[in-house]
């Protein structure tokens, strides 16, 4: 094999290497914008979540008060301490 050959061979090689290094790049590009979409996605999934918890516990106050008397002090337990958390929440938000 001459010397020209093996240089031939050489740079196909690293060609080779260089296609398979940008294939690579542009694999780890996509992952990340999928990731990006994903963490979004959560984010709101969170944010409905968080949502539907607090109108499930409004919901289930206003039941509390259409009930019996025992069951409407712990109904304005339920109240105090949400109103407390949104107080607390609101606190943060101004920081």
């Known amino acids: ?3 020209a050959e093996s240089i031939q ?3 196909e090689a690293v060609s ?6 940008n294939e690579a790049l542009k694999r780890i590009d996509d992952l990340m914008q999928t990731n990006a979409h994903q963490r ?19 919901l289930q106050t206003a039941h ?9 002090d712990a109904a304005r ?3 105090n301490a949400l109103i407390t958390k949104v ?9």
């Open 1 to 3: 094999m001459s010397a």
């Open 9 to 11: 061979m050489l740079e």
């Open 16 to 21: 080779r290497l260089l296609d398979k290094y």
């Open 40 to 58: 979004d996605e959560l984010i709101r999934t969170h944010a409905d979540l968080v949502e539907l918890q607090s109108k499930y516990k409004a």
């Open 64 to 72: 509390a008060l259409l009930s019996d008397s025992p069951e409407k």
């Open 77 to 79: 337990k339920q109240i």
């Open 87 to 95: 107080d607390k929440t609101l606190e943060i938000l101004r920081e």
